[in-house]
């Protein structure tokens, strides 16, 4: 499986390919940021951002793209552009045809590093061991584009398993997508 | 000058033509709503919004497009969704080279209504008497993609001449992007 990992933002979008199935040695195929200007206007960056995007995916046609999951906890002026910049990443994927699976930032460091707490500087450290390269990859966003990559491919089997259960579930004739563990509505009003 | 109106939303984004200039009757040409299934996936509701705006965009060859700026201080769930529609309809815009304008909703009240702080209902009002229309358009998001499309005809002849004047200060050679008043690097340490 070929995954291509974008880290969005409008300024640096992180983005990177890993080729690997779970439990062997992964494979680095490139890494590298799409940026775009800060004195630009909002339209001409996310053209930008979409052409820089395309480019990736035609040049290592990806299997599967994983986005970072943008909340707006976060930085009030800096999730918008996050936002719109991931929006345009999934557009681009999705046209094609190509799976797109979003990732929180927690999940991701918990997928490397085993902590969902995880620093940069861990991030990169473990990206470097895992992908077995010369030196953490820079900026943060290319590190943290190949670590989305990485926790894609290792979660992917539990949630295709997951998926096939829902699937066959739901076949079945189950009571709906909320699966058979809802409780009873008369429940859990006993007090 | 021919506008198209964009209010973003991933399951209702409002899209309304009106050609005129300032000072003149306003005249509407199309309103409608692309919608997006809430139960479908993030990259196919972007696909589906893309697709819309295409559409809008072929059939009426607007000269701008005004698009709603999302702020992020509103409810944070349906904020995400508006900000990537957003980006969407901002892309289609500029990939064809229409410009495209940001006006925020209270600047779009002030606009139709006279008051920054105005209901839906008094902006649907104001937008069915400008544009002698024999009922509110419905629902408020086409409404709100015609009032977009008159606040911009309105304050294009302002926020030309505003273009117009940065433009020949700046070919004066003024002092870089930030203008005349930058403060001396050495003032501002003098506690």
Same mark, same amino acid.
């Given at each position: 499986?070929?995954?291509?990992?974008?880290?969005?933002?409008?300024?640096?979008c992180?983005?990177?390919?890993?080729?690997?199935v779970?439990?062997?040695?992964?494979?680095?195929i490139g890494?590298?940021?799409?940026r775009?200007?800060?004195?630009?206007?909002?339209?001409?960056?996310?053209?930008?951002?979409?052409?820089?995007?395309?480019?990736?995916?035609?040049?290592?046609?990806?299997?599967?793209?994983?986005?970072?999951?943008?909340?707006?906890? &976060?930085?009030?002026?800096?999730?918008?552009?996050?936002?719109?910049?991931?929006?345009?990443?999934?557009l681009?994927?999705?046209?094609?045809?190509?799976?797109?699976?979003l990732?929180?930032?927690s999940?991701?460091k918990?997928?490397?590093t085993?902590?969902?707490?995880?620093?940069?500087a861990?991030?990169?450290?473990m990206?470097?061991?895992?992908?077995?390269?010369?030196?953490?990859?820079?900026?943060?966003?290319?590190?943290?584009?190949?670590?989305?990559?990485i926790? &894609?491919?290792?979660?992917a089997?539990?949630?295709?398993?997951?998926?096939?259960?829902?699937?066959?579930?739901?076949?079945?004739?189950?009571?709906?997508?909320?699966?058979? &563990?809802?409780? &009873?509505?008369?429940?859990?009003?006993?007090?």
């Open positions: 499986m070929r995954v291509l990992g974008v880290d969005p933002g409008l300024t640096r992180g983005v990177g390919v890993v080729e690997g779970a439990g062997r040695p992964l494979t680095m890494v590298g940021v799409v775009t200007r800060a004195d630009d206007e909002l339209g001409r960056r996310l053209v930008a951002v979409e052409q820089g995007i395309e480019q990736w995916l035609d040049e290592h046609r990806p299997d599967r793209v994983a986005v970072e999951r943008v909340f707006s906890q &976060h930085n009030v002026r800096t999730v918008m552009g996050t936002a719109q910049a991931s929006a345009v990443a999934i681009c994927a999705s046209r094609r045809g190509i799976p797109v699976a990732h929180t930032p999940e991701v918990a997928a490397v085993g902590s969902g707490r995880a620093d940069k861990q991030v990169g450290a990206v470097t061991r895992l992908l077995r390269l010369a030196a953490p990859p820079k900026p943060a966003d290319a590190a943290d584009a190949l670590a989305l990559a926790c &894609h491919i290792w979660r089997p539990a949630q295709n398993r997951l998926q096939q259960a829902v699937a066959l579930h739901t076949s079945r004739g189950a009571s709906g997508p909320a699966g058979p &563990h809802t409780p &009873h509505p008369s429940k859990g009003r006993t007090a």
